[in-house]
């Protein structure tokens, strides 16, 4: 089964690049069979890790980056492929 993670910040207001740059210097402790990092207007990052793992695995995840980076909590969804 492939399992997405889903990891979703807004920055505060102005400091979108170095929230980008903040994700792209994290490493996982174990390596995904995919990562993409993707951008949005209003300094917003997302990152998608795609793992070949049960539904209820425990898969390691991007921390919270420090308070004064982010505009309000990091949001995580956990989804399961249904394709292939």
């Known amino acids: 089964m492939t399992v997405a993670l889903m990891w979703e910040a807004r920055a505060v207001e102005g400091r979108g690049e170095e929230l980008l740059a903040w994700v792209r210097g994290q490493d996982l402790p174990a ?3 995919r990562r993409e990092v993707l ?6 990052v997302l990152v998608i890790t795609w793992w070949d793992a049960a539904y209820e695995a425990e898969l390691p995840e991007l921390p919270e980056p420090a308070g004064e ?4 909590a990091v949001h995580r ?3 399961e492929s249904l394709d292939g």
């Open 31 to 33: 390596r995904p069979l």
């Open 39 to 44: 951008r949005a207007p209003g300094d917003r």
């Open 77 to 79: 969804w956990r989804f």
């Open 69 to 72: 980076l982010v505009a309000r």
